[in-house]
């Protein structure tokens, strides 16, 4: 079973912020959180991952709680572009630390016009 | 810097045949991983590789499904004999020694 449970769909309006949200409460200390997006007919692209700090790159923000049992995701402005289907993974990096990498189902977002 | 690159990018075969999916990952990553996505579904992961020595497989159908990574670079994937239910884009991805994954395009398996 994946380790992160995530809402199935959410809707956006174009030009607002998207905010996914993804729990994973048995996330474990060395585990990074990261995050791919996958549209349609295409593989899953990597957007940004963290382990305690808040990042932020050019696609997206990404916002950890200090407990870091949850995430949220931010696409500060999103474009018919971002519509996709988010998934939020939980794993260690490193040569010493391997772990099978589950995907759940993800949130599929919809960017509305 | 190229990406993992994948082909074909589609097939479709009678079941009880045989086919074979290609892997290039991205330059100078040990790690390289197959997946299978069923419609509607995240990823599955079936093999990982580390160099042309293998980490995982614990998923991988062995009855008829095989892969292998010579010289530690290129992979292939197999199914010997398909059936009905391996209809799914094969994914590929690699990374460097277990940091972040990178995804080709995939293979679009339909299997008749």
């Known amino acids: 079973d994946a380790k992160t449970t995530q809402p199935t769909s959410m809707d956006c309006a174009e030009g607002r912020a998207a905010n996914l949200p993804c729990n994973h409460s048995?996330?474990?200390?060395?585990?990074?959180v990261y995050w791919y997006r996958q549209i349609h007919s295409q593989g899953p692209q990597y957007i940004i991952h963290?382990?305690?700090n808040n990042e932020t790159n050019e696609m997206a923000s990404l916002i950890i709680t200090e407990d870091r049992k949850s995430s949220t995701l931010i696409l500060p402005h999103a474009t018919l572009r971002d519509t996709a289907v988010y998934y939020c993974i939980v794993r260690p990096r490193g040569v010493t630390s391997y772990d099978k990498v589950i995907f759940g189902p993800g949130t599929s977002l919809s960017v509305i016009p | 810097e190229a990406g993992v690159a994948q082909s074909p990018r589609y097939k479709i075969i009678e079941k009880r045949q045989s086919v074979a999916f290609w892997c290039n990952p991205i330059s100078g990553h040990a790690t390289l991983y197959w997946y299978q996505q069923i419609l509607g579904q995240g990823p599955k992961l079936l093999i990982q590789?580390?160099?042309?020595?293998?980490?995982?497989d614990s998923q991988l159908p062995k009855d008829r499904f095989s892969a292998e990574r010579l010289k530690g670079v290129d992979s292939t994937l197999k199914i010997q004999p398909a059936k009905l239910e391996d209809s799914a884009v094969y994914l590929c991805?690699?990374?460097?020694?277990?940091?972040?994954?990178?995804f080709g395009p995939g293979t679009r398996l339909l299997v008749l």
């Open positions: 590789f580390q160099n042309n020595g293998v980490v995982d």
């Open positions: 048995t996330i474990s200390g060395n585990e990074y």
């Open positions: 991805a690699s990374s460097s020694y277990q940091e972040t994954q990178y």
């Open positions: 963290g382990l305690k």
